[in-house]
């Protein structure tokens, strides 16, 4: 069974050989293949070299290009900039009316974005359809932050909800049409990053109102491109997750602080699970047996529909041991 086969049977919830495993190795790869972070955000060769390079020395059942959550903002306009080594930060956001425009679509393909899309095109041509090859996108809400920033985002939802509705739903098209471009390029799997997503900064009422139905329509746009769909959310999301459940995503994949067998409860099987060892100290600080223990808990209860994965993207000095560790210990 090839790894893009183990993702697909576990999104569908069908019996696998072994647990799949697809940790988000990004900036790892990268300082692994000793090619700077930033280097592989603005060069596809790079990026793609630092990957393959992954695949090569841990042969995870999938591969994933790096998290930039400033590479959209980018192409839209708004001011990035890197030091050494490090990942673009956006430094100058947009304003509403620089985003009022229906030519979003085109935007988003320009500026940096052609760099992730044409690591696609690299990774399935070396990889074909050995392992599940997917694209880190930002979804519609997490896409408006960035670009114009959270206080002006915290802004409009108190006073300006016309504004930010017409946002959002040009943000969705611009997601749709980029995830069109993955697809194109021969991604079998899209992740959506929407970090931005918990009731921290949104409470239920606007996660339902504002961005469910532009979730679903994301979701449901991957579906008819055959695209597996994986939607992404950073820290604790346990009270979001009635909702996130209802994106429509083939999977949800969560970070550390969600309890992965009360996930299951909430969700069902509407959703497969993906995650959740944390990348904070565990990955990064713990020792092989650490990591295998917790490989082993979290394994242990979630029977079908779940990939092993780190909760968010691993820290670039996370041992090559542990990570190691983290796919054997899945694969016994």
């Keep these: 069974m090839t790894g893009l086969e183990r993702i697909r049977r576990a999104v569908l919830f069908e019996r696998v050989d072994h647990t799949p495993v ?47 959550l400033s590479a959209e903002p980018e192409a839209l306009g708004a001011g990035v900039a890197s030091e050494e080594g490090q990942p673009p930060v956006v430094v100058r956001h947009l304003t509403r009316e620089d985003l009022e425009t229906e030519r979003l679509e085109q935007r988003i393909l320009t500026s940096r974005v052609p760099v992730f899309i044409e690591t696609v ?14 694209a880190l996108i930002s979804g519609p809400l997490t896409a408006t932050a960035n670009a114009v920033g959270i206080a002006d985002l915290a802004r409009m939802l108190r006073r300006d909800r016309e504004g930010i509705t017409g946002l959002l739903d040009r943000l969705t098209d611009a997601c749709v049409a980029l995830q069109k471009s993955h697809a194109e390029a021969g991604a079998h799997a899209v992740v959506i990053l929407e970090p931005v997503a918990t009731t921290a900064i949104l409470g239920p009422a606007d996660l339902e109102a504002l961005l469910l139905p532009r979730l679903q329509a994301v979701t449901e746009a991957a579906r008819r491109l055959g695209l597996i769909s994986i939607l992404h959310v950073c820290g604790d999301c ?11 995503a083939h999977a949800l994949s969560l970070d550390s602080p969600v309890e992965m067998t009360s996930a299951r409860e909430i969700v069902g099987t509407r959703s497969a699970l993906m995650g959740n060892l944390d990348v904070l100290r565990l990955l990064p600080y713990g020792r092989p047996e650490e990591v295998r223990r917790a490989v082993r808990d979290l394994i242990a209860p979630m029977q079908r529909g779940f990939i092993l994965s780190s909760g968010c993207e691993l820290p670039e000095q996370t041992p090559r041991a542990n990570v190691a560790e983290m796919i054997a210990a899945a694969r016994r």
């Design 238 to 248: 346990r009270r979001s997750l009635p909702l996130l459940a209802r994106a429509g």
């Design 121 to 134: 095109s690299r990774l399935r041509a070396a990889l074909g359809d050995s392992v599940c090859i997917g």
């Design 22 to 68: 697809a940790p988000l190795l990004g900036a790892h790869a990268a300082a692994l293949a000793g090619l700077g972070h930033d280097r592989a955000c603005r060069d596809a060769g790079v990026q793609a070299e630092a990957l393959l390079h992954a695949v090569e020395a841990y042969e995870p059942d999938a591969i994933f290009t790096l998290m930039d």
